[in-house]
């Protein structure tokens, strides 16, 4: 079993940002892909970020040049970095972590508990 912390969401105001980080812990062999998703009110979830285990990453066309997203294998952690902040990014934040837990195993995927993004003035 593998948990998902997420924290760094709050609110802020249009063209502000805030750092969001997703640490995991538990049965981990390996990190795979670490992803980033949203669900703003009324609208279905969408990727937002995604980085693979070669360090790729791509985004949402909604968020190219605003979002980055990073990673740091030594502390199981992923980050999203959203500058210049719109409405439109208000949502519940996902982080999504891809892992072994054993070297013969597949991979499974654990979703973190989410965390509010809200962008107003």
């Known amino acids: 079993q593998v948990q998902l912390v997420e924290s760094g969401g709050g609110v802020v105001q249009p063209g502000g940002s805030l750092r969001l980080s997703c640490a995991a812990s538990?049965?981990?062999?390996?990190?795979?892909?670490m992803d980033w998703y949203r669900q703003a009110p009324g609208k279905q979830r969408e990727m937002v970020a995604t980085d693979t285990t070669d360090g790729s990453t791509k985004y949402a066309d909604s968020v190219k040049g605003r979002f980055t997203i990073s990673r740091d294998n030594a502390k199981n952690t992923v980050y999203l970095q959203m500058n210049s902040l719109k409405p439109e990014d208000t949502a519940v934040y996902y982080c999504?972590?891809?892992?072994?837990?054993?070297?013969?195993?597949?991979?499974?995927?654990?979703w973190g508990q989410g965390t509010q993004v809200t962008v107003s003035s």
């Open positions: 538990g049965s981990i062999f390996r990190l795979f892909s």
């Open positions: 999504n972590v891809e892992v072994s837990e054993n070297w013969w195993s597949t991979t499974k995927h654990y």
